[in-house]
C-alpha cells in the first residue's frame, strides 16, 4: 500500500479556505485516493475520493496533478465545525481490504 | 437510516478479564470491519467479515482476540483475557459492497468503544 505524508496540524480561521496537501509518491496505477473526517470521539467519516483531476462534492474539493504524487484536500470558508484530524488514504481493492491509516492532520479553525 | 452502532462506548476492565464489544452495522452491509487506535498510534485494520464469513483477519494482534458475525448481521469482538496493552478505541466499520472492498466504496464506521485495561 502505497504511504502518505500529511501535515501533523493546521491552523486556520473561520470563513478561511484550508488546503491540506497529502504526498503519495509510491502511488500505483491502480490507487485511488480517498479522504476521511474524524470528530473528537467519533469514528472517521468519508469526505471524498478521487482518481484524478479534479473532484467536488457538498462538503470538499480534491485536487489531484497529473503525476497524481500528491493530492490536495480543500475545504471552502470553514467553520468551527471543521475542526477535526483528516485523514489521507491510498489504495486498490488489489492490495486486500484494509483502509490503511496514517497520522492524518489536526485541523484547528479558530473564531 | 441508522448509521452504525457500537456497544459499550466505554468499558473499563481489569487486566485478565474478559470484554465483548457489540457492533451493529447498516441494515443491509454485508462488509464489517474492525479497527483500532491504541493511545498514540495509528488506526488499525484488525478484521474484515463478508456477511458470516471471515475474509481477512490478518491484522487480529494474537489469539487472544476473538470476532464473530452469526447469522451476517451483528458482529462482537471479545477479548479474553485483556492486557494492558490492549487499551484504545475500538471501530467498527461497514460497507455495501459485494465481497471484496471496493476502492469506490464507502466505509460506514461507527463511534467506537473506548476501552480500558487497568
Known amino acids: 500500500l502505497a504511504k502518505t505524508t500529511q501535515p501533523i496540524s493546521m491552523d486556520s480561521y473561520e470563513g478561511q479556505e484550508v488546503n491540506i496537501t497529502c504526498s503519495h509518491n509510491?502511488?500505483?496505477?491502480?490507487?485511488?485516493i480517498t479522504w476521511y473526517q474524524q470528530f473528537p470521539s467519533q469514528g472517521p467519516r468519508f469526505i471524498i475520493q478521487?482518481?484524478?483531476t479534479k473532484v467536488t462534492n457538498e462538503v470538499a474539493s480534491l485536487f489531484i496533478p497529473a503525476d497524481r504524487k500528491s493530492s490536495t484536500l480543500s475545504l471552502p470558508r470553514v467553520s468551527l465545525s471543521d475542526t477535526a484530524v483528516y485523514y489521507c488514504?491510498?489504495?486498490?481493492?488489489?492490495?486486500?481490504?484494509?483502509?490503511?491509516f496514517g497520522g492524518g492532520t489536526r485541523v484547528l479553525v479558530k473564531p | 437510516e441508522a448509521g452504525v452502532t457500537q456497544f459499550p462506548s466505554h468499558s473499563v476492565i481489569e487486566k485478565g478479564q474478559t470484554v465483548t464489544l457489540r457492533c451493529d452495522p447498516i441494515?443491509?452491509?454485508?462488509?464489517l470491519y474492525w479497527y483500532r487506535r491504541v493511545m498514540g498510534k495509528e488506526i488499525k485494520f484488525l478484521l474484515h467479515?463478508?456477511?458470516?464469513?471471515?475474509?481477512?483477519e490478518s491484522g487480529m494482534p494474537n489469539n487472544r482476540f476473538l470476532a464473530e458475525r452469526t447469522g451476517g448481521t451483528y458482529s462482537t469482538l471479545k477479548v479474553q483475557p485483556a492486557e494492558l496493552e490492549d487499551s484504545g478505541v475500538y471501530f467498527c466499520?461497514?460497507?455495501?459492497?459485494?465481497?471484496?472492498?471496493?476502492?469506490?466504496?464507502?466505509?460506514?464506521f461507527g463511534s467506537g468503544t473506548q476501552l480500558s485495561v487497568l
Open positions: 466499520a461497514s460497507s455495501r459492497g459485494q465481497g471484496r472492498q471496493s476502492t469506490n466504496e464507502k466505509l460506514f
Open positions: 509510491n502511488i500505483a496505477t491502480n490507487d485511488y
Open positions: 478521487g482518481y484524478k
Open positions: 488514504l491510498v489504495g486498490t481493492k488489489a492490495a486486500g481490504n484494509k483502509l490503511t
Open positions: 441494515s443491509g452491509h454485508d462488509n
Open positions: 467479515f463478508v456477511k458470516e464469513s471471515k475474509q481477512d
